[in-house]
């Protein structure tokens, strides 16, 4: 046998591997959502990464608190701490405003 007969011969037990072998062990893997349909996981998923997200503006805007508290009268580091406290905020309108188009539409999907 030749090289290139001997790895289309591999290649062929490998594909028949993955063919008849992988299906067979799916076939006894019962429903991983419990009957959750797919809508609702992802409108947790959803309501989850808002969350943490929210959790975020949180830390950002204590560390831009901190950082304007602790700025000694530096102009750079008070407008550092004001900067941060600025996009914090916008980041917070942004996060409202996506919990609310999700909001709105599940509530169209009746979700």
Known sequence: MNKLNKQFLSFCIILSFFVIVFPVMAADFPDPLNGVSLQILIGRIIYAVLGIIGS????????????????????????????ILIWATIGLVVIFASYSIVRFIFAGLKI
């Open 56 to 83: 975020l503006f949180l830390v950002m805007f204590i560390y831009g608190g901190v950082t304007w508290m602790m700025s000694s009268g530096s102009n750079e580091k008070v407008q550092k701490g004001k900067d």
